[in-house]
Structure formats: C-alpha cells, structure tokens
C-alpha cells in the first residue's frame, strides 16, 4: 500500500522534523509505504531547507514552496500534486496524533474521504480553552443546518481522500481561510467515514490563526450556499 501525507507549513521550523519522523515510524510499523510531501509557503524560519536536507537523507521526503500564501491554498496544492491515489493532510504542529495516520490510510482504501474526528466518540480535544471549543461546534453546528453537512467534524485539518475523488472537484475549489475539508465536503458527493482523534493544541511555535479567522468562516459559508 502507498500514500501521501502532505503537510502544509508556515514557519515549523521546531516542529517539521520531528512530525515526518513520527508519520514514517508509524506507517513503517503498518507496513505501509508513505511518502511525505511538505507544502511551504516560503517561511522565513527555513522550514522548507530543513525538509530539503531530510529529503537528501530520505527520497520519501520532498517539499513545494510557494510564493502565495494560505493554508487552503497549499492544502490544494499538495492534494493535486501527490504522486499516488490515497492522500493524508495534517498539520505540521503535532495536533494532530501521527499514530492514526495508517489507520485514515487503510480505511481510504474502501471510502472516498476518511476524517479524523475530534466530535464522535472516542475523540477528544485536549489544551484549548472552554471559549474555542465553542466557537468550534457553533460553526460545526452553523455548517450542519446551512450546508446539510453529516459529518460531525468538517472542520478537521486530519483527513485522507482519493486523488481521483478531489480532481472531480478541484475546478469547483476556492480555496481560502482554513477550512477546506468543509468546502470538499460540500463541493464532492462521497463515501465518508469519521475515526475518533485526540486533538492536542500545538505546543512549540505560533499559531496562525487570527482574529480575522470568524469573519473568512462566515463569507465561505455564504458563497457555499448560494454557489
């Protein structure tokens, strides 16, 4: 089995290495063949000089750079320019828990999309404050009555899809702000299934998020319903 694991970065310097070691020691343990596309939109940290020398040391290990910048925009990019069928996004952080990558890869071979879910049983957040978890499942809830969105976590970051499955609606895509499992979702007509996630807040470097991040959710809600 292989796949892809892309992870969009912005200035993960402290934190880059040590999630592609992860991802590789647990897909080796699975036995399943993972190579790991970095998408950087030109940090200042280095981040993208750090993936070229681990990429000198592992084939597996490639980065793009853009000069744009967005997360939805270099989450687009790496899923079209993936060189297999099954594709994982994830943050570069270690929110996301690196041991359920093979887990999202195997279930990707019998559904079209596989999300890692912070909102079903089983999954959990750990470190965020009472205030956004909130606004987390107001817009949850917001996407579900607006959009008639089923999934109980279209928010994650966390996900694996079928290349063949995202190029159906990769023309359909605005990509923008952070959410761009929702506008898959909404956009694509697919197999879904949800595994439960520990969600960890990042513990080394910045957040990206800004106070602009409600005021882009709500616009990309409006163009979803009226597109």
Not at 66 to 83: P, Q, T
Not at 133 to 151: Q, R
Not at 192 to 215: A, C, H, M, Y
Request: with cysteine; aromatic share 6%; glycine share 6%.
């Amino acid at each position: 089995m292989k796949a892809t694991v892309v992870i969009p970065t912005y200035n993960e310097r402290e934190n880059i290495t040590e999630v592609i070691k992860k991802v590789l020691y647990h897909c080796r343990k699975k036995k399943i063949d993972v190579n790991i596309l970095v998408v950087d939109d030109n940090s200042p940290d280095n981040t993208a000089e750090i993936v070229r020398n681990l990429g000198k040391e592992d084939k597996r290990i490639s980065v793009i750079v853009r000069k744009e910048k967005g997360l939805s925009g270099a989450i687009v990019k790496g899923l079209d320019s993936a060189k297999t069928e099954i594709v994982v996004n994830m943050d570069a952080d270690l929110s996301h828990p690196t041991e359920k990558v093979p887990e999202l890869i195997r279930n990707c071979e019998e559904y079209d999309l596989v999300i890692g879910s912070r909102y079903i049983r089983g999954g959990e957040i750990k470190g965020w404050p009472l205030k956004r978890i909130l606004i987390s499942k107001t817009a949850t809830l917001m996407a579900k009555i607006l959009l008639g969105v089923k999934e109980n976590d279209p928010m994650s970051g966390f996900f694996a899809i079928k290349q063949s499955k995202f190029r159906e609606i990769k023309d359909k895509m605005k990509p923008k702000g952070y959410k761009t499992l929702l506008e898959i979702i909404v956009r694509g007509k697919f197999k879904t299934k949800e595994i439960p996630i520990t969600f960890i807040d990042r513990q080394k470097g910045k957040s990206k998020l800004s106070g602009n991040v409600i005021k882009h959710y709500l616009i990309m809600l409006k163009e979803l319903m009226f597109d």
